[in-house]
């Protein structure tokens, strides 16, 4: 089934639940459960609130780089660059 809009919560709990309960692959129901644990107690804006002052001005100041295009770098570039650790 694939998910979408008109897809209600019951519907996808009655889809999950039988996932988990056909899987025998462990691996991958401890991967589930970690993401439905660390989901459960996320809280929005935590990441950002967690950084330093330091560490929010980087990030800041990446973002603005993101759209000034005039300081991009082309895969080829960066190969060059990078080349003593490419080997």
Known sequence: RTFSKSLDMAAIK???????D??????LLEDIFMILSSRRN???GSLWTSLTEA???EVLASES???NESVWLS?????RRNSKWLR
């Open 55 to 57: 560490q929010k001005k």
């Open 14 to 20: 009655e889809d999950l639940h039988k996932l988990i």
């Open 65 to 67: 780089e993101i759209g």
């Open 22 to 27: 056909t899987t025998n692959d462990e691996k």
């Open 42 to 44: 996320y809280k929005e």
């Open 75 to 79: 895969q080829e570039e960066m190969k």
